[in-house]
């Protein structure tokens, strides 16, 4: 079927078949970008979990490799799961990950190359040691699982961190370790939230309060750090004022990645949060299971996270393939909020793009709709500016708080919204999925910002979730524009907002708007007029995967 073929992507990571779900051990080894993933090698659903291996030089060129860790010792025999990269002191990788046996019986056990002179790192072997933790006491075999990289502090002490749960309380588990083999569980947990059941692929690191740059855990070593603390004495926790920590976790319940801003404090091992609860999340889409690395070619912290499919287990057995990974992102505190992340497809992503389309300003009244030249094809990286429309020209307003993305989707009418783009549409409106903001009067008198991402219309092919996906965005008073970037490649739709506050991720399987017969159109279904500043659309290429 030519829907099936044309829903794979040109631009993403995905194998050349069967099934892939969580990035495992992403590094920066010897001039080489290492992302690993779960995988099947045997079919297009969940099973038979090994990890598969491949390498880049600019992270969007990727070369296969062999599979790097299979199933092949007692304690994984069931799975090699989900783990981290660690580069140790001497410079060389570690990998831990989870071993799967008897009924999901899970333990971490370690890998590392067997030839660390080779920048390719195509041979892991599995240290005898194995497997280097068992559940410990009070915790399900079941639930312990995905170990962090790990991080050197002061003390010379390696530590990393497991997520598990007590009852249905989330915790993160915390081990010390002098040699990397031996580790010792520590009695204090970095953290925990209750109510929010098994904490899957937990990541931890620094961000900088100010400025894009990423940093490693090694500014824990650093002298600012140090010097704060001897100043500080053993009384108070020990944080620093330059930089904050970032825990991140992915529910098992809900399937989705949460992150809470906060410190680490090297007194109490203990992360403690700037606001309560688990977090806003890293995306309002499809995105789980995600990590974290340091890049240190050019001092980035990239995020990988995993989009799995909406169709069904059937579409991906008759497609051989399911899932991709997200394009890879940089990511760095919102020094303007101080409170979130802010998220931006890493610059490489940018090499791609080919022929520009620019538009200028102009206005869309209530109702119109436009189609917008450059923006035939499925592969597309599309930057829309709109005028921050001015609220206090409505002087009677009905509160809308019962809106919500989910009820109407685009098809709704308000007054400022909603207003967007649709995507991935065929020309006459029968297909389309639709990203757009939507400005809603609260009773307060106050008005938030929303985005949505709507699949309802996205495909008239049966058994797909179309979820509509959307949350608020902070609009800071200081800013008078309001900013989308949609990058949308075949079957996945990645919505960045207002510079990378807010990050939607959507799957879509268009029947009849594919390839060459998709369109790009600009939408307002709002009453008042809205202006749009500037439209500009690039063609983005695609790349060729091959195995090495
Ligand atoms: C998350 C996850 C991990 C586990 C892996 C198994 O998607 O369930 O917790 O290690 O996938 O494939």
């Known amino acids: 079927n030519a829907f ?34 779960q995988y099947n090698p045997k079919g297009a659903v969940w099973g038979n979990i090994c990890w598969g291996h491949a390498v880049s030089t600019d992270l969007v060129h990727w070369q296969y490799l062999e599979l790097a860790l299979v199933p092949d010792q007692w304690y994984d025999i069931e ?72 991080w050197l502090e002061s003390d010379g002490l390696w530590r990393i961190t497991i997520g598990a749960k007590v009852e249905k309380t989330g915790i993160a588990l915390l081990y010390t370790s002098r040699d990397f083999r031996h580790w010792e569980l520590q009695d204090t947990w970095l953290h925990h939230v209750n109510a929010t059941g098994m904490w899957e692929c937990v990541d931890f690191y620094p961000v900088l309060e100010e400025g894009k740059l990423g940093v490693d855990h090694s500014i824990l070593l650093g002298p600012k750090s140090e010097q704060l603390n001897a100043e500080l004495g053993g009384e108070q926790p020990p944080f620093s004022d330059t930089f904050k920590y970032v825990f991140k976790v992915s529910l098992d319940d809900t399937r989705h990645d949460h992150y809470a801003i906060g ?8 992360f403690v949060t700037d606001r309560p609860g688990i977090g806003p999340r ?79 300003s102009t206005v869309l009244e209530p109702r119109d709709i436009f189609k917008v030249k450059g923006g035939d094809g499925p592969q597309l990286d599309i930057t829309v500016v709109f005028q921050k429309p001015d609220v206090t020209t409505v002087d009677r307003v009905v509160p809308d708080e019962e809106f919500d993305c989910s009820q109407g989707g685009s098809a709704h009418r308000g007054v400022f919204g909603p207003f967007g783009l649709l995507v991935l549409t065929d020309d006459n409106l029968i297909e ?17 910002t929303r985005v949505c991402s709507d699949q309802s219309r996205s495909s008239l092919a049966p058994n797909l979730d179309t979820t509509v996906y ?79």
């Open 79 to 150: 799975g090699v799961w989900s783990g981290s990269a660690t580069i140790l002191e001497d410079g060389t990788p570690a990998i831990m990950y989870t071993g799967s046996r008897n009924g999901q019986h899970q333990s971490q056990s370690m890998a590392i190359p067997v030839d660390p002179s080779d920048p390719l790192l195509r041979k892991w072997k599995k240290v005898p040691e194995n497997p280097l933790l068992l559940n410990p006491t009070g915790i399900s075999p079941h639930d312990f699982r995905d170990p962090t990289t790990a």
């Open 470 to 548: 959307g949350s608020f965005v902070n609009i800071l008073p200081t800013e008078d524009t309001l900013e989308l970037r949609v990058l949308v490649d075949h079957s996945i739709v990645e919505t960045f907002v207002q510079g990378g506050r807010l990050a939607i991720t959507s799957r879509v399987y268009p029947t009849l708007a594919i390839n060459e017969k998709s369109r790009l159109f600009l939408f307002n279904n709002g009453t008042r007029p809205i202006t749009v500043k500037s439209v500009d659309v690039y063609q983005m290429s695609s790349v060729a995967m091959h195995a090495i």
């Open 4 to 37: 099936y073929k044309a829903s794979r992507t040109g631009y993403h990571f995905q194998p050349e078949k069967n099934f892939m779900n969580d990035p495992n051990g992403p590094m920066y080894y010897k001039g080489y970008y290492h992302i690993f993933y």
């Open 282 to 360: 890293y995306d309002y889409g499809k995105f789980y299971a995600s990590k974290t690395f340091y890049d240190s070619k050019t001092s980035r912290r990239i995020l990988w996270g995993w989009a799995n499919e909406s169709d069904s287990e059937q579409d991906d057995i008759t497609k051989g393939w399911a899932s991709v990974q997200a394009l890879p992102r940089t990511i760095w505190l919102d020094a303007k909020t101080g409170s979130n992340i802010l998220q931006w497809p890493v610059e490489e992503v940018d090499r791609l793009r080919g022929g520009l389309t620019s538009h200028d």
């Open 432 to 448: 389309h999925t639709a990203v757009f903001f939507y400005i809603t009067p609260m009773k307060s008198g106050a008005w938030t």
């Open 263 to 270: 410190n680490y404090s090297t007194a109490t091992h203990k």
